[in-house]
Structures are given as structure tokens and as C-alpha cells.
């Protein structure tokens, strides 16, 4: 079982349901993409939101040396998938496993406007290990070896956008280890308060 279903069923044991979702503004166009989603809804309480969100994802994706002309020619229509949303609040959970935390992770949350120094604290203890994983993989925009670097880009865009697109904030679920029971347990109560204190 995989990391994600083990924690999906954990979460469910308790009785919240985690579902997997696509969004149109999350999709393989990154922040440019996000940008002409937002654009098209004319939507005024999103606006400063994600103008904000844009701001530092276009940071993020040169700090991690991403080509942008990539970005702009990639494609609309290849939404990338959410794989636990607790569908009556829209919050989205993501869990993360050791490949999550790199020095490109850590570099992308250095930019970041919110407090993420769990998430940094655990770049710092794993990065030795982790950076070297992928290394022979390429990722659109971000060439050979870019794998590594795109899931920090990717990491960023979820966690940029999905508030400012109306949702409650991304919860992140550390799980270095790669045991998703044990990761729901650690978190169950902040997780459950979440998805409480969401509208």
C-alpha cells in the first residue's frame, strides 16, 4: 500500500473521507497557468491573492533555474492530480515522503511569506541524502537531473495557489519515513482540526 492510501485509510477510519481532485489552475502550466485560470474567472476576491502567490512562484521558479518558455508552451489541459481533498471543505492534504525534502525544497521555502520552519528544519536533516535521488531523471523546464527540482516547484505551486484560489491553506503531512498510518496518527489531531475549522 502506498504511502497516500495508507494515510487516506487511516483518515477514513475516523471518518474523514479523502478523495483525489483535479483543478484547472493546477496544471502542468504551473504559475502561468494559474495566472490565466484566475484571469478567466474575473473573480475580485482573488485577485491580490494570486497576483501575491504569482509573485513569489515566479521567484521560486527562477531560484530553482526552471526555463519559462517551457512553462508558457506547456499544456492547459494536464491538470496535475490532488490526491487527498477532504471534499466538504476543500482542504487539500498533502503528505510528503523523504523525496519532499531537499535543499531545492529549501530553497523554494526560503521564499515563502508564511512560517514553514518545520518544513525547513526537515530540508536540513534529509537533504544529504535525498538530493542525490532522481538525479538522472530530466522534468520539463528544468532539464536533466531536474526532478528534484520540479517537485519543489510543484510543492510551492500547491501551496501558493490552493489559498489563494479560496481555499483553506494546504496541510502538509511530514512522513520522511514513508508510513502513512504512522504519519495520520502523529497528525490526527491537528489534522482533524482542520478540517473542522474549515467553512
Known sequence: MTLVAAFARAAAEDGIVLEPRTYDWLSEQGHVGLERVAKARRDPAIVAPVQAALGVLAAVYARLGGDLSVLRAARENLLLPVELVHAATG?????????HFTSFRLAALELYPFDVTEQMALCREWASRTDGL????AAKGFGFGGL???RAYRD??????VPAMGHPPVVRIS???GDGAAAY???????????????
Do not use: M, Q, W
Open 91 to 99: 482542504t487539500v492534504i498533502e503528505v510528503d515522503d523523504a523525496k
Open 156 to 161: 510551492a505551486l500547491f501551496d501558493l495557489a
Open 185 to 199: 496518527a502523529r497528525h490526527r489531531d491537528a489534522l482533524i482540526e482542520s478540517v473542522s475549522a474549515s467553512p
Open 175 to 177: 512522513a520522511p519515513d
Open 148 to 150: 528534484g527540482r520540479e
Open 134 to 137: 532522481d538525479r538522472g531523471l
